[in-house]
């Protein structure tokens, strides 16, 4: 992941306020042309050198720290639904759009904290967490009586979150079934990526007592290839952990929904109220796989009409997997409608993965 210029971001500088701003496209994958305004340099500190990646409404930027001269990756909310609101002039409204994505973004730095103080080093390090302005969030925007209005809480322009973390390298896996033949893996190298995948998940479903009466359970639920980087040697780095659910196992409340793509998801994630387990995460592991030896996405097996933001589980088609019966069988397992019949959870999977692995 090589520093770049920003003018590889085809980017537009300008003042807002006294301050430097750079002002940028989108320039490729889903989001593709949504613009966004990062300070320059952000919080005082962090020069944006350029841009890395950005899926549903995240959006993440290459950075160099200014004072130890450390490239750094920097997560922030790429756009809010907010353009409802700035239609009929709801103020209030408007703001409240902002503060679930901020608050699940301050969530993901705390969840970075404590998968780091568990021992897990296939995550980021979060550096740093830092607020500076947004001058995009400003507007102008067209009213329902094509007008023009401004939101105009200043406190809120100020207090737009950055989660500053360590710089990894390597591509996303997505990336790298790009530039593989056929778009596929072989069955020993899908195996050794998604058992150090089933590591961080582990980890990641393990109860963490916080305080009297509330007690953690997080579900990672969106595992997909964009979210998984890959160094040399195959070593998998987990990214994008803020479309977690959040469950506190004392009161059984839901504390964040997350995200999940559609595909990838189990069919329990099609309903918005469910309380996810372990279970869904051990199908989405079975998604990636079918997809590294398939070299077929997900998304082709779902049902028409349905979009990748809205969750629903896709009927695979298991002519397609053409692999050794113990792992078509482990695949076809994960993938099973019914939670229960699945592998228990991750620690039980990465433990048949690795007995296959080692019968290779």
């Not at 409608?337 to 290779?360: H, N, V, W, Y």
Request: with cysteine; charged share 20%.
């Amino acid at each position: 992941m090589p520093s770049k210029n920003t003018s590889t971001l085809n980017a537009q500088t300008f003042e807002w306020n006294k301050r430097p701003y750079v002002r940028a496209e989108v320039p490729s994958g889903d989001n593709r042309g949504k613009v966004f305004t990062v300070a320059q340099p952000l919080a005082e500190r962090y020069e944006i050198v350029n841009f890395f990646a950005s899926g549903g409404m995240g959006l993440l930027l290459e950075g160099l720290d200014q004072r130890t001269q450390c490239r750094v990756l920097i997560k922030t909310n790429l756009f809010y639904d907010v353009i409802p609101y700035a239609k009929v002039r709801d103020q209030e409204g408007f703001t409240n759009q902002l503060r679930l994505p901020r608050k699940t973004l301050e969530m993901e730095r705390r969840i970075l904290v404590l998968l780091r103080n568990a021992g897990c080093n296939a995550v980021p390090h979060p550096n740093d967490f830092v607020y500076d302005s947004n001058p995009h969030l400003e507007g102008p925007y067209t009213t329902e009586d094509r007008k023009e209005w401004k939101y105009n809480d200043q406190d809120m322009l100020d207090a737009e979150p950055y989660l500053v973390m360590e710089a990894v390298e390597g591509q996303s896996l997505e990336q790298v079934l790009a530039s593989t033949p056929g778009r596929r893996l072989s069955e020993m190298r899908a195996l050794r990526i998604m058992c150090q995948v089933a590591d961080v998940l582990h980890v990641l479903h393990q109860p963490k007592p916080m305080r009297a009466g509330m007690t953690w359970q997080l579900i990672y639920q969106d595992l997909k290839p964009a979210n998984l980087l890959i160094s040399s040697q195959d070593r998998v780095t987990v990214i994008d952990l803020g479309g977690c659910q959040l469950l506190n196992l004392d009161s059984g409340q839901k504390l964040l929904p997350g995200a999940s793509t559609a595909g990838y998801c189990p069919p329990e994630s099609e309903q918005p109220y469910n309380l996810l387990t372990p279970a869904a995460d051990v199908y989405t592991v079975g998604a990636n796989l079918f997809q590294l030896l398939t070299g077929r996405s997900p998304l082709e097996f779902l049902p028409s009409a349905v979009g990748t933001m809205q969750a629903r589980a896709a009927q695979f088609d298991f002519k397609h997997l053409d692999c050794r019966p113990a792992l078509k069988e482990l695949i076809q397992r994960c993938l099973d409608p019914e939670p229960a019949k699945r592998f228990a959870d991750a620690q039980t999977l990465q433990r048949a993965m690795s007995a296959i692995l080692r019968g290779m």
